[in-house]
Structures are given as structure tokens and as C-alpha cells.
């Protein structure tokens, strides 16, 4: 079994398109969607729950007014102005709340506690695509890594019990604690780029956070004709690299018409279906 990770440095280069085309590309899998603050790859997939569990992320800090003694101390001791005071009372901002335990640790009548905050859910379902685990964190809340882990883990429990070839993860953008959370536990980096400044800036990002791990990379470049110059740039930095270029699709509205519909970008364009399909083979032959 082989864990492939589809990731990019930003958001919007396509990721989820070629994940959800894999998905329907491949074999026995396991398809994930771990971008657990923005999940969208549902949309093309249309999964049906089957099983659903609430995701609990780090503590957070709650004051039992009861027992306070209006010291201040906690206000003093939080860097993060989640406490404030108003006519007597202290109020605790749960968005603002980082959940470090200070305030708990030096509260004198011990009136802060810190306790468990449903922070989102995790489902297990079955897509037109196969069987897909995915996520979605609460608005504000944190814990996004451990919501990713707790996805894949989920992920590699089932493959543990049944024989799948893959499991396919539409990962998160940039290279912040959901990406490094995906990268700890797969195989292969499938990086969408674009030939821009910034889509080279952030390629390099990632590439650099891929190999910390370990992780063999592989490029794709969307939208290559925008900027040929770019590309070829992008092209050589690969080479130099010593990291293959897979593929190379151009710019067309298509993509962003698939996900309107319901559809991967493959099955409703017969040109891209190939150039897609292409890729597939080169990943689904060279097994590492």
C-alpha cells in the first residue's frame, strides 16, 4: 500500500481536481480529505456518511466564577488578551484562547480549568469514488494537525483490515502544521505548482519541508501556457533538482466548471482526461 499526498504552497492551483481524477483513476484505495478547515473535495466526490465521530482538540481555559477571587493574575499572566475584566468580572475569550495553562497554573483558588473543546467532527463515508474519510474543523478552532493525524490514522486502521493498493490524500495548502502533520505519515508528495513567481517561491517551500521528511516529491505544473517562461524556469529548477516533472496540463475554465458541476475535470473533458490519465500511469506504474 502506498500513501500519496497531493499537495501545493497555496490554495487554488488545482490539487483537489487531480485528487478527485485519481481518485476515480485508481484501484483499490482509500481516498482522504485532509484540508480539514477548507474540505472541498466532497463536492466532486459527493460522499455519503456512514460513520461520523467528534473531534476534541487542545484544552482550553474556563473560569468557575464561584470560586474566583479577582486577583487578576490571570489577566496578567495572558499573553494572548483572552481574559478581560468588566464591572467585577473577568470574561474568558475562547477564539483568543491559545490553551497554554497558564492561567490555570498560577490561579491561587484554582478557579480556571482546563477542559476539552468539541472542536470539530470526522466522518468515514462512501463516495461514488470509493471509500473517503474527511473532516471538518470548527470556525476558529485549532488543532488542525491533529485533526489531519487523526484522519490518516483512521485511514490506515480500514487499510489495515482489507488489501487497497492506495490511499489518496487531497492535502492542505502551504506548508503550515496540517501539511506537516500529512507529510509525517505518507510516501509520495504530489506538488501542483503554477509558473508564477510566487507558485516557484512556494514549490521551493515545499519541496524543502518534503525532503525534511523523507518524502519522495513529484511536480505537476497547472496552467503551464500562462507563462512559459515561468514553466521553463520551474522545468530547470526540477531537473537541477534531480525531482521529475510528471506533467504539465494548461490553463482551461474547465476545472473550475467541473467543481460547479459536481464532476472531476476528467469527465467532462476528453483532452485533460488524457493528459491526467497519462500522469496516473507514471505514478500507478513507478511504485516506490
Known amino acids: 500500500m502506498k500513501k500519496i499526498a497531493i499537495l501545493s504552497g497555496k490554495g487554488g492551483t488545482g490539487k483537489t481536481s487531480l485528487c478527485a481524477s485519481f481518485a476515480l483513476l485508481a484501484g483499490r484505495k482509500i481516498i482522504c480529505d485532509c484540508d480539514v478547515e477548507a474540505p472541498d473535495l466532497h463536492l466532486v466526490l459527493q460522499p455519503k456518511i456512514l460513520h461520523r465521530e467528534s473531534f476534541y482538540g ?40 491559545e490553551g497554554c495553562g497558564v ?3 498560577f ?10 473543546v468539541l472542536s470539530g467532527e470526522w466522518f468515514i463515508s462512501m463516495s461514488r469514488a470509493g471509500i473517503m474519510v474527511h473532516a471538518k474543523l470548527g470556525v476558529a478552532e485549532g488543532g488542525s494537525g491533529k ?25 492542505p495548502p502551504g506548508i503550515g502544521c496540517p501539511v ?4 509525517s505519515r505518507v510516501d509520495l508528495a504530489l506538488i501542483v ?3 508564477t513567481t510566487a507558485g516557484i517561491h512556494d514549490l521551493e517551500r515545499i519541496l524543502d519541508l518534503s525532503l525534511h521528511f523523507k518524502v519522495t516529491p513529484r511536480v505537476i505544473i497547472n496552467k503551464f501556457d500562462l507563462n512559459m517562461k515561468k514553466s521553463k524556469e520551474i522545468e530547470g529548477y526540477c531537473l537541477n533538482k534531480g525531482i521529475p516533472l510528471l506533467g504539465k ?8 466548471e467541473a467543481i460547479r458541476c459536481g464532476k472531476a475535470v476528467i469527465e467532462i ?11 496516473w500511469n507514471e505514478i500507478n506504474i513507478k511504485k516506490e
Do not use: H, W
Not at 74 to 83: D, G, K, L, S
Not at 153 to 162: D, F, I, Q, R, V
Not at 249 to 256: E, G
Open 249 to 256: 496540463l494548461p490553463y482551461n475554465p474547465i476545472f473550475s
Open 193 to 195: 505548482t503554477e509558473p
Open 58 to 97: 487542545m484544552p482550553k481555559a474556563k473560569l468557575y466564577e464561584e470560586k474566583c477571587q479577582l486577583c487578576g493574575l490571570c489577566v496578567n499572566y495572558c499573553r494572548f488578551e483572552a481574559i478581560s475584566k468588566l464591572n467585577g468580572t473577568y470574561f474568558f475569550d475562547s477564539i483568543s484562547c
Open 107 to 116: 490561579c491561587p483558588a484554582e478557579a480556571i480549568k482546563m477542559e476539552r
Open 180 to 183: 506537516i502533520a500529512t507529510l
Open 103 to 105: 492561567c490555570a497554573k
Open 147 to 171: 485533526l489531519v493525524s487523526t484522519v490518516i490514522k483512521a485511514a490506515e486502521k480500514m487499510a489495515e483490515k482489507e488489501v487497497f493498493e492506495y490511499i489518496l490524500i487531497d492535502g
Open 269 to 279: 473533458d476528453e483532452e485533460i482526461a488524457r493528459t491526467v490519465s497519462s500522469i
